[in-house]
């Protein structure tokens, strides 16, 4: 078993300030009828469907439930509880946000996927301090809810039926709620005080100051796996993180003077033609199931009210199936290019879906003749009217990037609506995008996974503090369905 601490990892636990609460010691006095609480964005609608049918149950058959959701102030969300309170930037404005919704039962549904595999407990500890009796899934092998002492400090639910009889008994008994509530704050106090916490925090930051990089040692899958093999692997790529992030810095400061540059002194990054009827460049990824691709994704652009457009299919090693799917539509204005060597993937798996779409993206970008770039995620589908509606509203308030909102399917065929101002992470998809061709300097960072961002926010996000002019339209440009390319 390796060490706690070694060359290429330091662990930072979770710690939090009980002041952003605004609780006293002694524990806060819970409402009469119950209230259960999800927190997060709409695209965490995902792992509410968990939990969404015994949440149900129980608020039709327990007079009084009040179905609570904050983060997500959205239409498919209010369509499926009771209240909705919008998000709170800000972690003490969070936590005093949360506190004041005053929830009986906080809810912390996983999906068992590696990425939720890799969540803190941050939940548990946010609903205990806010007074809540906290369920959460269990994870066979390990989880982040693994902390919860199962009927103890909170309850762990395993499966659908779990879920029906554990929300049900805490609806019904008040006394319940309120003892798991004050046992997990009481630990919460104890253990994970930002005061408790602040001499291991100081010593991990010292150390990363002094070895400049991090890393994590991913689980062992096989037995007798070349330990150190892999440690030396993460060492690496930790000094890899760290040569990442001081060229993010350079280019960022880089950015402002090329959208100088490229303004040449006029208010807007427009290239020449572009408010003239102009060249729009499609850029799509491609992987395999070429059927699909072609009759979903390529043929909603061919089918576009706006005409004037160049389609550019730029492949990951996509399958021979898919090049000839792409190749027999026979479009002039469709052009496929089939990157023969995949790039470098993270060392954590979990990971690899943000490196996604990023090679082929540039590579399209480079291919792109068209003065104003509409990305497509491969597996989207384009409204019939997507291009003219972002077009137009570009060229009506002269923008340089405009984005509309988007209809997401979630595996269990349900949909919901994404995309609002201001622009956040999570916040729009890539596919309901336009911007000016004269952009193209910003490209998509193919080692965005250093930093957990995706590849399509990470290039908008830098735009954005770059100072490049954006705008949203309320309207639904694209479906993404929850299958993918």
Known sequence: MAARYNDAIRVVRNALDPTWYGLTAAA?????????????AVGRMREYEVCREAVDQVARSVPGVRRVWLGADEDSVR??????????????????????????????????D??????????????????????????????????????????????????????????????????????????????????????????????????????????LHAVGADFSALATRTATEARDALRHRQRSRTDAHDAVELLAEARRGRRLCWPDGADDHPLVSVIIPAWDRGPTFVERSIASVLAQTYQNIEVIVVGDCANRETVETIEAVGDPRIRMENLAVSGPQPLRPERARLTSGSRQCNRALEMARGQWIAPQAGGDEFTPDH???????????????????????????????????PPRRAGFAAGSVLYSAGLRFFHFDEECWREDEPPDWSMWRRMLEAGVGMGFVDRVVVRRYAEGP
């Open 28 to 40: 806060p006095e819970l409402p009469g009828d119950p209230r259960i609480l999800h927190y997060g």
């Open 79 to 112: 369509s499926i509880v009771d209240e909705v309170h919008p998000y709170v930037e800000g972690a003490p404005a969070f936590a005093a946000a949360l506190a004041a919704i005053r929830p009986d039962i906080g809810l912390a549904p996983l999906v068992d």
């Open 114 to 219: 590696e990425f939720d595999r890799g969540r803190s407990e941050l939940h548990w500890l946010e609903y205990a301090m806010a007074g809540a009796a906290t369920v959460a899934t269990w994870t066979m092998g390990g989880g982040p809810y693994d902390v919860i002492r199962d009927g103890v400090d909170g309850m762990l639910a395993r499966n659908r039926a779990d879920w029906r009889e554990v929300l049900r008994r805490l609806a019904a008994s008040r006394t319940m709620r309120q003892e798991l509530a004050g046992r997990a704050r009481e630990r919460v106090l104890s253990e994970y005080d930002a005061n408790v916490r602040a001499e291991e925090w100081a010593d991990a930051y010292r150390w990363a100051a002094e070895h400049g990089g991090r890393g994590a040692l991913p689980r």
């Open 387 to 421: 291009i003219e509606i972002l077009l137009a509203e570009a060229m009506e308030r002269r923008l340089e990037f405009v984005y509309g909102s988007s209809w997401i399917e979630v595996p269990n065929g349900l949909w919901f609506r994404l995309g609002k101002w």
